[in-house]
């Protein structure tokens, strides 16, 4: 049996490919029912299948954390080929998937005493998860154990900074971020908000703009102030919005020494409580651990 295995759920928005090249096993965050079918992310449902969602029926679908049952049926499977496993689940503020996670390594420990399992909370998502993710899988790589490599992921989560860009307010009702009322209003005047991963793992808002030009020269802004370095690996992350996010990687690349470089989707879930355009820009330096 290999030693460590990575895992990482969809809000983590690490493209296949590059999760299959650094070994990293990605298991669904969350199902989306509409119309009285559920479907689960990453499996029976794509980004671009739940934007159709989105714009069919904005007020429809109930988005709702994955199922303890579910996951354990992921980790069942793993186990048939690793005896350490390390998951890295986004913020336990934003999302269920963590606590789901700690009930699933409960009956996990019973039934397989001899396979090791962790939980690292990154208290973050989308691209600032996934940058977590991918320093704890070049970890694993190296050899380390279960325990150091658990460590990695703590000592990055700690270096790594996240901005999120709401092209509209009008889904964050979906995320229980803003009563309905008070989303469509924002979204009716067309203010758009740029907030940032607080230290609690929570989305704190720290901008109002007036348009998409303005959130990404403030998200730029905002990571030149908290990143103490122009010298930094960036992961962005979009909700349907590939034209935007180019747009941002080009205002990266300009103001800083890019150490990577990694865009994709957003995952169904996420995307559907960030709603079409959102941007989210991962970022942390070179580490040393």
């Not at 990605?26 to 159709?52: C, F, H």
């Not at 808002?205 to 930094?232: H, M």
């Not at 879930?269 to 959102?278: K, N, Q, R, V």
């Amino acid at each position: 049996m290999a030693k460590v295995l990575v895992v990482t759920d969809t809000v983590a928005c690490l493209p296949k490919a590059l999760a299959d090249e650094h070994g990293i096993r990605i298991v669904p965050a969350s199902q989306i029912t509409y119309e009285g079918k559920t479907y689960l992310e990453g499996v029976n449902i794509s980004a671009r299948e739940a934007y159709d969602i989105i714009e069919k029926g904005p007020d429809s679908f109930v988005t709702a954390a994955v199922t303890p049952a579910i996951l354990l049926g992921e980790f069942r499977a793993i186990a048939k080929d690793y005896n350490s496993i390390l998951f890295i689940t986004l913020s336990s503020a934003l999302g269920a998937v963590s606590q789901a996670a700690t009930v699933v390594s409960d009956t996990f420990r019973k039934e397989l005493p001899n396979v090791e399992m962790q939980i690292v909370d990154t208290k973050t998502c989308a691209g600032a998860e996934g940058l977590i993710a991918l320093a704890a899988a070049m970890a694993a790589k190296k050899g380390l154990g279960l325990r150091l490599v658990a460590d990695v992921a703590v000592h990055v989560r700690g270096k790594t900074g996240g901005f999120v860009y709401f092209d509209t307010l009008r889904y964050t009702s979906h995320a229980g971020r803003m009563s309905k009322q008070i989303a469509r209003a924002a979204s009716l005047l067309n203010i758009k908000q740029v907030s940032r991963m607080s230290d609690r793992g929570t989305m704190e808002p720290v901008a109002k703009v007036r348009t998409r030009a303005d959130g990404i020269n403030k998200i730029v802004e905002l990571i030149k102030a908290e990143a103490g370095t122009d010298t930094l690996h960036f992961m962005v992350s979009h909700a349907d919005a590939p034209d935007s996010a180019q747009a941002l990687v080009d205002q990266l690349q300009k103001g800083f020494k890019c150490l990577s470089m990694v865009v994709s989707d957003y995952g169904p879930g996420l995307g559907c409580s960030t709603g079409p355009g959102a941007m989210f820009v991962g970022f942390h330096p070179k580490l040393d651990w």
